[in-house]
């Protein structure tokens, strides 16, 4: 009886101080993303870099065409419509540091490697330099692409009697909403200069 007596508080002891712990544990997990999406958190300080765009993004069904006749491979306006302003870049946390996504590094990409295509093809390039300079930043496009799709894997089956002058429906990203995203983020950091560190990088 007395060594029970004994006992019974400590296990209450030590259950409430790993309950104790095990809430701590799920509070930081659940409320780190909030800190996150939210810019003007004024105390936040990045645990480790995020690797994803925060926030909530719904998957979209997009008709996918071939050829499709709205990007003609000249129209260089239509094509710079695809990336936002400074290609893109955003400011995440307190401090607002500084980060460019994905789609808009493939998109600008895929443009440089259009532009050189159409440069060449087109005979404009004025010097051999030019020419070198294009043909290298397209050589990084390429390489960048190639290991993005690897990366991406994607499993859509097409239908041999569909890939060539047809369209066909497919679930996608939502590229309106992450362009949003970045609109918002570039208008709420508007005039406020980067950190020396950050703005090296920029």
């Given amino acids: 009886m007395k060594l029970s007596s004994r006992v019974l508080p400590l296990a209450t002891a030590l259950s ?106 087109d005979g404009l390039f004025k010097t051999a330099h030019a020419r070198d300079v294009a043909f290298d930043h397209a050589n990084h496009c390429f390489d960048l692409l190639r290991q993005t799709l690897l990366c991406k894997a994607d499993t859509t089956l097409l239908p041999l009697a569909s890939i060539n002058d047809t369209t066909f429906t497919r679930r996608c990203g939502n590229p309106a909403q992450i362009m949003d995203f970045v609109h918002n983020n570039q208008a709420f950091w508007n005039g406020i200069p980067y950190n020396t560190d950050d703005a090296l990088h920029v």
């Fill in 16 to 121: 409430c101080f790993f309950n104790l712990l095990l809430f701590i544990k799920v509070w930081r997990t659940t409320t780190a993303p909030k800190e996150l999406f939210n810019p003007q958190e004024p105390n936040f300080q990045y645990a480790k870099q995020p690797q994803e765009l925060p926030g909530r993004f719904n998957p979209t069904t997009r008709v996918m065409q071939h050829p499709d006749s709205g990007f003609a491979i000249d129209d260089d306006a239509k094509w710079a419509t695809i990336v936002p302003h400074s290609r893109g870049f955003i400011r995440l946390g307190s401090d607002g540091i500084p980060f460019s996504i994905g789609i808009y590094h493939q998109l600008h990409c895929m443009n440089t490697v259009r532009f050189a295509y159409r440069v060449a093809r």
